[in-house]
Every structure is written in C-alpha cells, then in structure tokens.
C-alpha cells in the first residue's frame, strides 16, 4: 500500500505533466515503482460506435518501460488487434478501472494475434492494470501498467492506487487539453494581430511591459517619440511621460475593480435640456506623444484590460494601442483583386487611393495620364459595385486581415 507522501510526490508529477508534456514519463515512473510493475503507457484513441466499438487513431501520450521498437511496432499495427483495449472500450464505463483477468483470461490471451507476435517478441503484457479515462465524444483515453507473464496478478492494494489516481489522471488530461487549445488561440490571437500591423502592449500600473505584438515591438524598436527601457513604457518628454503613467494607472484600477477609488465626474444632458451629474471609473483615455519632425505624433489609446481572462496573468493590466497617422495602409489591392477580378493595375492603383492619394498624383506614381487613371477608377467602382471612392476606401477596410 502507497504513503500519502508516495501519493502526493505522484499527483504532484502528474499535475505537472498536465503542463509540461515532457514531465509525463517522471509520473509513469513512479507510479510503475509504486506498484512494484515493470512498464506503463497512457494513450488515447479515437472510435465510433454506430455498428459496435469500432478504433479508429492510437495517440501515444506517454510511455515508461517500453521500448521504442515495441512501441512503434505496437501503433503501427497491434492497438487495432489488442483484446485489452477492445473489451475495455466495450464492457467498461468511462472513470472505471480492473486488472487483466477481467478482460481475458491467460489461456485465451495465448491464443490471439498480439500475444505470438508481439508480447512474446517484445516481453510484454502478461498481467496487467489498467484505467478507462473519459475523454470527449468518440476519445477513449487509458492507463496500463503492465508484469511479465510470470509475475503474480495485481492485488487489490496495488488496484486500489490506480483507483486512487485515476480522477485525477482524468482531470490532468482534461487540464492539458484545455491548455494546449489556449495555446492555440493565442497563437491565432498573435498571430492575427501580427499580420494586421496592429500595435499594442499589456502593461503593468507601474509601466512595466507583459507582452506585446511585433507592431508594438517595431514602434519601440524605432526609439521615436515612446520605447521600452528596463522593461518600462517611456516617452521622450517628461509632461507626455506623467500623462501616459495616469492613463495606465487608472485603467489598471478599473481592471482590478478599484477604478471607483478615483472617480471621474461625468456631466451629461437628458431629454429636455436636463443636466445630469454622475460618476464613473476611470477608463484610460487617449493622447498624443511627440515623435521628431518630419513624423506627427503617435496616436495612444489606454483601455483597462484584466490579463488572466485570456492570457493567463493574474494581474490587472491596461492595454495600450499605438497608430501613427504617417502610416502607410497595408495593401489590400490583392484581396479586391481576387474577390472581384481586378487586374494588376486596377489593384495597385486601389492600393494608392488607399493611401489617400487623389487621381492625379495616383496617375503620376503609376506613370500613366490622367485620363487612364479616371477610366480604371471608374473600372474599379463598376467591378466592385461601389458608387464613389469614399465607397471604395470603406469596402477595403473592411476586407478580411485590414
């Protein structure tokens, strides 16, 4: 029989497998030590179940005692003709848990496919332990800690620690799927607002950086007007610099339910000409940082932003956006020309107008006269169904990735 300290060094390994993959084999080594056995696998399948139990994918998720040779041999074939899993899959409810006898008995297992090809090969399964974990729909995951053939059966003291772990291996798994789909959406997250250009930081009260996007990463890396310095947010001008830490300060209240402590006062007329008086918190705000001529100032926007709601930070945060008005606009002349068969020059002439240049000096970037340039404005428009250029600009904003 297990310790509680024997116990508690394996939740804690197993817990830390849930967040670090490569900690999974630590776990399976101590519980195949703690039950006096010779190798262990966790694994997932998929199945369907219209006409029966039918396996359709074998996930290795984590082995110990094994060899790779065996385990490759094993999911490349031997899982779809393995009786252990087969029975369990159909006789067993999700969270139970048994030993080999239950599924088939000695004499029978002599007989099957597995047993002459593979464990006798390999050395493998001769009394096992196993656990049925629940998965989602259609996903069967289990733990097998497996003997050789001429070991003595697993007891119920030694059942009673996969009884005792098995919730909680449910529980891991479920945490680390949950984990593994945040990670992706993050990067999707990161991603996308990577591929739009869009500047913006997660910032601490104090003006320390938690995180920002390679837009903000080229706005800082500029070192124009606002950059990062020891990990802290910082302007050029020192007034620029104290309006920026209230703006952060009070967004970071709001996004820890304390905005109230410094409230602002908001005035306001109702229907009638009435004036009315009320009090809010403090939500960011906007301004201006000065950047060296010939470049006008950096837009800010400050918003209150609590940072565990997605990206897993305890803290309270503010987020804060960067756009420069000198910005050239992405181009966007590929999409309408793919969506409405523009040709090239109809595309990069769309992408100048984008930039907010009229016709004439859109003819003279493109080296063409006016009066070609008017008539593939007028293509353009027909193309795509837009009745003037203020039309146009409003379609390609609104194009996927602007």
């Not at 830390?16 to 195949?32: D, W």
């Not at 003709?81 to 239950?102: I, K, N, T, W, Y």
């Not at 607002?193 to 890396?221: C, N, P």
């Amino acid at each position: 029989m297990v310790s509680a300290e024997q116990l508690s060094r394996l939740l804690l390994l197993l817990y830390e497998g849930a967040s670090s993959p490569e900690r999974i084999p630590a776990f399976l080594e101590a519980l195949v030590q703690a039950v006096d056995a010779d190798a262990c696998v966790l694994r997932e399948h998929t199945f369907h179940a219209e006409q029966g139990v039918q396996l359709e994918t074998a996930t290795l998720l984590g082995s110990t005692g094994h060899s790779a040779e065996s385990l490759q041999a094993y999911l490349a074939y031997y899982w779809k003709v393995d009786p252990f899993l087969q029975r369990c899959l159909e006789r067993f409810s999700d969270a139970e848990c048994g030993v080999s006898q239950m599924l088939i008995g000695d004499s029978e297992l002599k007989k099957t496919e597995i047993f002459s090809d593979w464990c006798r090969r390999y050395d493998h399964v001769g009394r096992m332990m196993w656990a049925k974990l629940s998965g989602d729909k259609g996903t069967h995951a289990s733990v097998s800690i497996v003997r050789r053939l001429e070991s003595p059966h697993f007891d119920d003291a030694e059942l009673h620690v996969i009884a005792a772990v098995a919730p909680h291996l449910r529980q891991a798994l479920r945490l680390a799927r949950n984990l593994r789909d945040l990670k992706t959406s993050n990067s999707m997250l990161r991603q996308g607002t990577d591929e739009a250009g869009i500047a913006i930081s997660l910032v601490r009260r104090d003006g320390s950086v938690l995180r920002s996007t390679e837009g903000a990463e080229q706005v800082f890396a500029a070192h124009d007007g606002v950059w990062v310095k020891n990990g802290l947010l910082r302007t050029a001008i020192p007034a620029e610099q104290n309006a920026l830490d209230v703006l952060i300060a009070g967004a970071c209240l709001t996004s820890s339910c304390f905005g109230l402590g410094r409230p602002l006062k908001v005035q306001l007329e109702a229907a009638g000409g009435a004036a009315v008086r009320s009090w809010t918190a403090q939500s960011g705000g906007a301004m201006l940082i000065t950047r060296k001529p010939p470049c006008r100032p950096l837009q800010v926007v400050v918003s209150p932003f609590r940072a565990g709601s997605l990206l897993n930070e305890a803290q309270a945060a503010a987020l804060v956006q960067f756009s420069s008005p000198d910005a050239i606009p992405r181009p966007r002349g590929a999409i309408l020309r793919a969506l409405y068969g523009l040709t090239p020059t109809e595309s990069r002439m769309a992408d100048l107008f984008l930039q907010g240049l009229e016709t004439r000096d859109a003819a003279e970037r493109m080296g063409i006269t006016l009066e070609t340039a008017r008539w593939n404005l007028k293509r353009i428009l027909s193309k795509t169904e837009t009745g003037r250029q203020a039309e146009l600009m409003r379609l390609m904003l609104s194009l996927p990735g602007a």
